[in-house]
């Protein structure tokens, strides 16, 4: 399995994609600091930020923005490796090879996701360090609601970073049902809406069980994805 994941590495070109994260990461950055220190959140009459119900502290954009551009990020790279091989028929050559195509699809999937998953843990690792560092400089505007010597940090950082990862395999899902790589993109954004969006003082993105539902949820698509791999129809 390993070598298929090396192969589909370098079969895709991850250094464009190793460039994509870093730009990303660069940007992501900027844009937290900005709104730590240089106060583009914040209401021109109170000079307080102006955050919705539940996101006052800093930690909470961070989460957004991240889990927003890395589902969006994961889902573009899932319909490249997969839905785009699909449609270009660069998926029969795989399939000729003798090894199950559920195999093949699995390392494809999960070539996807071990890539996405450490880029959003470093990223995330980056934006809190660096709006760490920032705090011994100048106050934030928003409250710093973590701590980096704590293992809670971690292993929270890293277990949201597998959901947010996981849930583009929904998004999978739907652009193999509907055979477009723009159906997984919509998806990715559907999710991004249900999953972050606050309606009044109501949102899902602070509840506790939600993420383990979603990611339970992510799985069964996943399985589903590639369950009926032997049988089904090049696209």
Known sequence: MLKLI?????KNNTKRYLLKALV?????CLFILALAYLGIANDPDTGVPDAAPGNGTISAPIELFTGMCYLIYTSSMLSAFIISSYRNRTMELMFSYPIRRQKILVSQ???????????????KLLLYGAVLAGSLARQSAFP?????????????LILKSAVTVSMSFIALFIGLRRKSAKAALITSFLLILLTQANVGDITLAGSAVFPLLLA??????????????????LL
């Open 6 to 10: 090396k192969l589909e590495w370098k």
């Open 24 to 28: 990303l990461a660069v940007l992501l």
């Open 109 to 123: 999937m999960l070539a996807v996701w071990i890539f996405s998953f450490t880029a959003l843990v470093l990223t």
């Open 144 to 156: 710093l609601d973590y701590s980096m010597d704590s293992p809670h940090f971690y292993i929270q």
């Open 216 to 233: 339970a949820i992510s799985l069964v698509f996943a399985v589903l994805s590639v369950c009926r791999a032997e049988t089904r129809d």
